[in-house]
């Protein structure tokens, strides 16, 4: 009698199993974990054949590169007819599809997505939870048009709008459960997982010993198995037995078909890396190498603003359970430069799954160096969900008066960009205090800071704090109701919600002034690049000298 195992295919055998129609969700995290060999053979397969077409696409974080890589290879008309994503901006090509109606689109949070697949692999009806609400998830348009459901495009606002028997399609629904409002995000059937492990071995025990982390493996290849659907994955090595049993994620009876790829360019630790030790091995505190020290950053506006949120981690206190959320872009690096500047007393962590260590930016997003420890996505999710996060410091591309903020779509017409929210709404709907991070204006802007004070040398042509935001990813006074303390950063100001002395008692709060940059005119430099109205505190101050010094920040 045959030994249970996996059939072993090439990346274009594993494609072709592939139907037309199908559901199909994609593991991964930016450039880490995607299972590249797999989804370049099935584009190939679709160029070559225009099979399969018309696949339901779902993935919880970003997988791409803003090229060709990733998601990306999903991004021919007539191969997906609908995409619910949880991040956006490295997927390019899907973006483009939605932008101009080629498929429905959807973004749900990333934390969301990730908690349904162990929904999904339950055999529960759905997710409920309370992540979404009042932000552009919510279902709830007739209450507020900024509230969609999720929907990215006018192809998923009127599959909404159908009921599910005559072809609609609902992401998520509003319900009240003991006199509380709660999002409802139902379970699907998911016909075919994409994975990507390290290796296999013959009877499909999948081992990601040499991945940056593990994502949502397991529950994904549960949730599949659970519907019936093809499990598919990915790996570098084939080996006759594993040398431990900790490095095993999915074990091998959920896996149907393994890919052995040699390829190293479609097996890179992450997008932006072909290897990076730094990122299989936990801290030790006599292996770790020190950090080398890293090359003052220029004075632009960029590390002015990193380095006022620098200040924010400091002013936190210390404790070994203090823990803190950077978000990609400008908020990644605050790490690194919070080290050198000797603050410290807190654990950083990473939705994909580290805590500990030093976080990676860029194509290696997700990762981090040297971790402490290393959890799956879901349960990081959990951890967030439940008020885990004691500050999260997130970027803002845009800012309204009101104290909301959109990181998520921007623009019209050609100008348009879908990026997604990926974990921004769990984070920040459950973190207890916030910094939002991001300059005043943008496109030209310079600033010269020098001997402590800060001078605008050209100002940008976009502003960024505007009367409403474009798209609602976070809802200020829900969350001031909910009692979270938020700050905003910028280059040459610094904002907080304060009650308004001139509204009615009880009445909301408003984005406030607090804070100006030494050197700058109060009218000229800061409100006359406000899009909207602002408060100014009666007690406005200066902003800290040291962060427009050419000393290094040492605090």
């Known amino acids: 009698m045959k030994a249970p195992g996996p059939r072993w295919l090439s990346a274009d055998e594993a494609a072709a199993l592939v139907q037309p129609g199908w559901t199909v969700a994609s593991a991964g995290f930016v450039g880490a974990g995607h299972a590249e060999a797999v989804t370049e053979a099935l584009e190939r397969r679709f160029l070559a054949t225009g099979l399969p077409r018309d696949l339901t696409l779902v993935y919880s974080a970003g997988q791409g590169d803003r090229g060709r890589r990733g ?52 055999g529960q009806p759905g997710l409920l939870s309370r992540v979404g609400l009042h932000t552009f998830v919510d279902p709830r348009g007739a209450l507020d048009g900024r509230y969609q459901g999720g929907a ?41 997982a994409v994975l990507r492990a390290t290796a296999a071995d013959e009877r499909g025990n999948l081992s990601a010993h040499g991945e940056a982390f593990h994502h949502e493996l397991l529950a994904l290849a549960q949730a599949t198995r659970n519907s019936g659907g093809l499990v598919i994955a990915q790996v570098r090595e084939r080996v006759a037995h594993h040398a431990a049993l900790a490095p095993i994620r999915v074990p091998g009876h959920l896996v149907d078909v393994v890919v052995h790829n040699t390829d190293p360019e479609l097996h890179r630790i992450t997008f932006g890396e072909q290897e990076n030790e730094a990122y299989l091995h936990p801290w030790r505190g006599d292996v770790a190498p020190a950090a080398a020290p890293a090359p003052e950053a220029p004075l632009d506006a960029r590390t002015l603003v990193q380095r006022r ?38 654990t950083l962590s990473v939705e994909a799954g580290p805590i500990g260590g030093t976080p990676a930016d860029g194509l290696s997003f997700g990762a981090s160096a040297w971790p402490e420890a290393v959890v799956d996505q879901p349960a990081q999710f959990d951890f967030y969900d439940g008020g885990g996060i004691d500050l999260a410091v997130l970027g803002m591309a845009e800012l309204d008066a009101a104290g909301n903020v959109n990181v998520s779509r921007f623009g019209s017409g050609e100008q348009a960009l879908i990026a997604g929210v990926g974990g921004f709404i769990n984070i920040t709907q459950g973190a207890k205090a916030l910094v939002f991070v991001g300059t005043l204006t943008a496109g030209g802007l310079q600033v010269q800071a020098e001997g402590g004070r800060l001078r605008i040398v050209q100002e940008g042509r976009l502003q960024k704090l505007v009367p409403a935001v474009a798209h609602l990813s976070y809802n200020a006074a829900y969350m001031a109701a909910r009692g979270q303390r938020v700050r905003y950063i910028t280059e040459r100001a610094v904002f907080e919600m304060r009650a308004d002395p001139q509204a009615a008692p009880g009445g909301a709060p408003r984005l406030t002034l607090i804070e100006i940059a030494p050197g700058l005119d109060l009218q000229r430099d800061v409100l006359n690049v406000c899009g909207a109205s602002v408060a100014v505190a009666a007690d406005l101050r200066e902003m800290d000298a040291r962060i427009f010094s050419s000393a290094p920040l040492k605090l």
């Open 309 to 346: 949120a620098v200040l924010e981690l400091a002013a936190g206190g210390t404790g070994a359970h203090r823990v803190v959320n950077l978000g990609v872009g400008m908020p990644a690096a605050v790490g690194a430069m919070a080290q050198a500047a000797g603050v410290g007393g807190y």
């Open 71 to 122: 998601v990306n290879h999903f991004g021919n008309p007539g191969m997906v007819q609908a995409v619910c994503g949880g991040h956006w901006r490295s997927a390019t090509r899907l973006s483009a599809l939605a932008l101009t109606e080629g498929c429905a689109a959807w973004n749900l949070p990333q934390g969301v997505i990730t908690h349904l697949y162990r929904a999904i692999a339950a």
């Open 152 to 192: 990215l495009n006018q192809r998923a606002l009127a599959a909404q709008a159908l009921p599910v028997a005559q072809g609609g399609r609902h992401w998520v629904e509003a319900v009240t459960l003991r006199g509380e409002d709660f999002l409802f995000y139902p379970a699907f059937p998911i016909h075919c």
